[in-house]
């Protein structure tokens, strides 16, 4: 394979406006742009608001979902999303790609169908052949996308949803998916998907902030669903995005959302850790490149150079949600608060495979970590890329990483981390990797007027690559 294509220069001239819109990819008060187009022909977009824009679009595509209300909810990402309240039933989370005013990165590209892939692969929902879909026996796969079979029961007055069953690391964790539409050219209708998510609420949501031994125990809890997230490994043995490694597993019909013409395609992933790292680090620059941002380009590729030996000591390439641990996308359930997502069923929380609940993991009556809102920012890889290590994760999440889940723990004493020894020198490539995300974001969102969060990412490059310059002596050299 040809390697991917660096250029070693820097690149100088002026910066592009502002872009003014929210950071979350919505504007403030979630008053976003709906991207729904030629489906109001005859009525003016301006003249409708979201929740009718939403309203109308699931009366398009279910006609009998008894929807009492839309509530619009922040983003841990660039999609667009809404709570879907229905009558007597659990509500329903719409995920909506992002307005045509939000240029998402590289890395962003393609988020629903991302986590459409990931979703569909850990409920076991693997075509047996192309054009066939399987879901258990209770699924179906179209041209218009993909639809559980228990959807038709939330059309009916005494129905309610019988989710398929979760692969048993992260069984209550992940959210179940009822419904996933492609885009139609002819209503221009957007691809979006429908998912049974679990309860609870962000912790950058929640009002009262939480207590110091609170706190402790959901950093635990975290890093136990770290863990159990880790547990999951790449089907094919390769690395990358989770849309590229799944995409011969899931038979869906997914472009190419991470290249260009500058960068070979990846198909089904990666090899070695490495090949899939340096796609990663290259579509941030190309990102940063292409809105005229000064960095050190040349500094950047040479670190990685340097030391793109030490990635391929990780030979496990493990699932790893990359913005999971970050108070938007964390999802706790507080006992006593209010959740975005009532919990109108029992849920098995906090269970391994074995049903065992773990010891000192979110004891009852407590705080409770249920999982993620938002999934498609997956990969298959090292799991020190998740921005939870970038941002000095505490002691207690620690602990929690390091729990085992119970007697069928696939790391048994092997540990969640490979190759410790060098696990300096990769944390540092991965904080140059997210610190530059973070900048390549700036121009891509708007601009806070009380905090520059460009001046914010720099100073967290300039520290990462201060500590390149001190790692990996001759000794760490490739023979």
Known sequence: MAPLRSHNCTIRGPAPPDLHVARNGSLPGHQAPFPLGGLFADTPMSFL?????????????APQLPVERIEPIPSAGVQQLYIIHLINKTPLLLALPPPPDVKPLRCERGSIAAEVALLKWLSNSISDKPGMGRYNGKAKWTTSGYQHQDTATLLQESGSVTPPPIDNYLKGFAPRLVQHSLPQSETNSPELILTDPPAGTTISTIQAPIGTEEQKSVDRQAGHLFRRISCHVSPTGNFGYAVDVLRRNSQMPVARFHHDSTTPPSDTGFPTWSQAFHLLLESVLRDLE????????????????????????????????????????????????????????????????????????????????????????????????????????????????????????????????????????????????????????????????EVDMELYWRKRLQDSLASLSTLGGEGDSPQ
Do not use: M
């Open 49 to 61: 608001t979201p929740e009718k824009a939403v309203r109308a679009l699931l009366h398009q595509l």
């Open 290 to 449: 292409d809105t005229w941002v000064q960095i050190s380009y040349r500094t950047v590729r040479a670190h990685f150079e340097r030391l793109r030996h030490l990635l391929d000591r990780v030979k496990r390439p493990s699932l790893v949600a990359i913005e999971g641990g970050e108070e938007t996308n964390l999802l706790v359930s507080v006992p006593g608060g209010s959740s975005e997502i009532q919990d109108l069923r029992s849920r098995e929380l906090g269970k391994g495979p074995n049903g065992a609940v773990p010891g000192g993991l979110g004891g009852s009556g407590g705080t409770k970590v249920t999982g993620l809102r938002d999934w498609s920012n997956c990969i298959f890889g090292d799991p020190l890329i998740a921005l939870r290590f970038a941002n000095r994760p505490s002691q207690e999440f620690l602990e929690g990483l390091n729990t085992p889940i119970g007697d069928s723990d696939p790391f048994d004493h092997a540990g969640v981390i490979e190759d410790r020894a060098h696990a300096p020198e990769r944390l540092a490539l991965y904080e140059c990797y997210h610190s530059l995300c973070g900048i390549a974001r700036q121009y891509r969102r708007p601009r806070d007027v």
